[in-house]
T-cell receptor, first 111, second 114 residues
Framework: GEDVEQSLFLSVREGDSSVINCTYT??????LYWYKQEPGAGLQLLTY?????DMKQDQRLTVLLNKKDKHLSLRIADTQTGDSAIYFCAEAFYGNNRLAFGKGNQVVVIP | NAGVMQNPRHLVRRRGQEARLRCSPMKGHSHVYWYRQLPEEGLKFMVY????????ESGMPKERFSAEFPKEGPSILRIQQVVRGDSAAYFCASSPQGTTETQYFGPGTRLLVL
């Protein structure tokens, strides 16, 4: 089934690292995504990882995937005030075009 | 290259009226997806369309909701006889091809039903 769970709120000081977690229940997912949503805006694709990978690094972003535990995390290094937003993880399934989203994790960066 | 465009950005309707939401995909993209975000929730898939075809409408409510993506012009999500529970943000996404292609999202239309 399509059931993606995320924790709800994280506050972090500017310059520190922040880690956002996501769990999912469907092992048939192909790609897993992280999207960022700023207030009143649409979703901005941050990064994605293919399900046969364990880790992907993209500048300040590191994605870790633990398929055994169905756990996905996003680490943001040197967090900036512009990183304040809601972060959604989403999964896509082979042969299925829909994305299943978590409820989102609000990150507040304290200057 | 313009991104996915949606209009209007905000729409207010009274109960019983019709709401029409428009989505223009990114240039070169022929696949469109509609998602709904209820307050404090994640996005829920509604429908997936290609030009002139509905491919997957398994997330659409059975009544009052319809979607189209004509050969010419934007994709339209139409909600007839709106009720207060339809108040939400409606997001459109597009991709160049279908399965597993990354979806790029528009800014959304925020519908408020009074």
């Amino acid at each position: 089934g399509e059931d993606v769970e995320q924790s709800l709120f994280l506050s972090v000081r500017e310059g520190d690292s922040s880690v956002i977690n996501c769990t999912y229940t469907d092992s048939s997912s192909t790609y897993l995504y992280w999207y960022k949503q700023e207030p009143g805006a649409g979703l901005q694709l941050l990064t994605y990882i293919f399900s046969n990978m364990d880790m992907k690094q993209d500048q300040r972003l590191t994605v870790l995937l633990n398929k055994k535990d169905k756990h996905l995390s996003l680490r943001i290094a040197d967090t900036q005030t512009g990183d304040s937003a809601i972060y959604f993880c989403a999964e896509a399934f082979y042969g299925n075009n829909r994305l299943a989203f978590g409820k989102g994790n609000q990150v507040v960066v304290i200057p | 290259n313009a991104g996915v465009m949606q209009n209007p950005r905000h729409l207010v309707r009274r109960r019983g009226q019709e709401a029409r939401l428009r989505c223009s995909p990114m240039k070169g993209h022929s696949h469109v997806y509609w998602y709904r975000q209820l307050p404090e929730e994640g996005l829920k898939f509604m429908v997936y369309l290609q030009k002139e075809n509905i491919i997957d409408e398994s997330g659409m409510p059975k009544e009052r909701f319809s979607a189209e993506f004509p050969k010419e012009g934007p994709s339209i999500l139409r909600i007839q006889q709106v009720v207060r529970g339809d108040s939400a943000a409606y997001f459109c996404a597009s991709s160049p091809q279908g399965t597993t292609e990354t979806q790029y999202f528009g800014p959304g239309t925020r519908l408020l039903v009074l």
